[in-house]
């Protein structure tokens, strides 16, 4: 829905821009926000499928006990920063909404977009640490299989 909503900006915008000489109000601010959107909701269904780009250079070298436990501390860390970044965030997004902060042009309020984006870090975190470390330890018990090269 917000991938539609950005390309009716962006093409309301365009139109307005070059046909009507009337640009579309705002369209910078609601492209960040749907941009700040999309990214973050994102986070959690990319963790969840464990689509993150991996580079496996060594991952040959190491038994699959090593691995297993490398995976395990990466996910921990991963998701312990995570829920520090989101704390951060959280408190920025308070702060932002305290003080009354908006937009230029369509006086949106900033501070839910922070607060959003925490609550994503924070949806992160938990599908890294658990479906992380389940992952994890279902490779380690599973028969090794040899990785096709294509």
């Known amino acids: 829905m917000t991938l539609l909503a950005l390309m009716l900006i962006t093409c309301v915008d365009v139109f307005g821009r070059y046909l009507f000489n009337n640009p579309l109000t705002g369209s910078t601010e609601l492209t960040e926000i749907a941009v700040g959107i ?11 499928r464990n689509d993150h780009v991996v580079v496996d250079i060594l991952d040959h070298f190491f038994s699959r006990r090593i691995h297993m436990i490398r995976t395990i501390v990466i996910n921990l860390l991963i998701s312990v920063a995570l829920v520090f ?32 984006i925490a609550v994503m870090c924070w949806i992160t975190a938990l599908a ?21 090269y294509t």
């Open 128 to 148: 890294v640490v658990t479906l992380g470390v389940v992952r994890a330890i279902v490779e380690y018990r599973e028969p090794a299989h040899p990785v096709p």
């Open 38 to 48: 999309v990214i973050f909701s994102v986070f959690p269904i990319v963790s969840w």
């Open 85 to 116: 970044l989101a704390q951060r965030i959280y408190v920025l997004g308070q702060r932002s909404l305290s003080y009354g902060e908006v937009t230029e042009y369509l006086e949106i309020p900033l501070g839910w977009m922070m607060i959003f």
